[in-house]
């Protein structure tokens, strides 16, 4: 994709001279409409490089990651899709793929950090866990990571962690959004059993796990900070 990107790049820049530069005499009007086709073209080029479960096939199919076509929020969650026909059927009934299983037992995993460091949640066990499944092109996800670093620090000395989950498969746009942070909890790369095992369908998206390793609460875009820390002081209280 990203050769496919300089190519567009190149040609864009070929007709921006032909039409424009050379061309003096060129309307304004005309050059706003060349402006805007080269902004369309470098468009897709740039999108194409986001990868995510699809919020329909993910749950229906147990579909991996795939390039997003599309997006849309709801309930203060972006969600995405692997085309314009899912997302369609998404908007029309969306309860029919959003997940409720609070009370049940959280998936186990083993996944690694960027530095082939492997952890796992049975490692944690006896701990209250906050499972931050992210991606860079996330933008509400980036704003989080302070927050979320923050509650990390506060409660780790009564047994509580922020494991963060992401998506990207590109570590250094991962070290740079964490480094900004300051985020000293794991980092760990997400894979499509787990991403459909957790049944993500939508960004954020936040598990809370309780010491008896059973799934507390789900949390989102629409998540209210106070009422999230109030619930993870219950769970550490017990």
């Not at 005499?25 to 699809?54: H, N």
């Not at 369908?201 to 875009?221: C, E, M, Q, S, T």
Request: charged share 20%; with cysteine.
């Amino acid at each position: 994709m990203q050769g496919a990107g300089r190519a567009h790049d190149m040609g864009g820049n070929d007709l921006y001279r032909q039409l424009v530069i050379r061309n003096p005499g060129v309307s304004l009007t005309a050059k706003r409409i060349v402006v805007i086709a080269l902004i369309l073209l470098a468009a897709p080029a740039a999108f194409a490089e986001d990868r995510a479960v699809c919020a329909v096939c993910g749950p229906r199919e147990g579909s991996g990651f795939e390039p997003v076509k599309a997006t849309a929020t709801y309930k203060g969650k972006q969600y995405f899709f692997c085309s314009l026909k899912c997302k369609v059927e998404f908007l029309k009934e969306p309860g029919a793929f959003l997940v409720t299983d609070e009370g049940s037992v959280a998936p186990p995993f083993t996944l690694e950090t960027f530095d082939g460091k492997a952890i796992s949640l049975s490692g944690m066990k006896g701990k209250v866990v906050l499972l931050d499944f992210w991606a860079t092109f996330c933008g509400p996800c980036m704003a989080a990571l302070p927050e979320l670093q923050s509650l990390h620090a506060k409660y780790q000395q009564r047994g509580f962690s922020v494991v963060g989950v992401t998506v990207d498969d590109r570590p250094a746009l991962v070290r740079k959004a964490t480094a900004k942070a300051k985020v000293s909890y794991p980092i760990l790369q997400a894979t499509p059993a787990v991403w459909n095992g957790y049944k993500v369908n939508a960004l954020p998206a936040l598990v809370l796990v309780g010491r008896d390793g059973r799934i507390v609460k789900r949390y989102g875009g629409e998540a209210d900070k106070a009422a999230m820390i109030a619930m993870i002081e219950k769970a550490l209280a017990e």
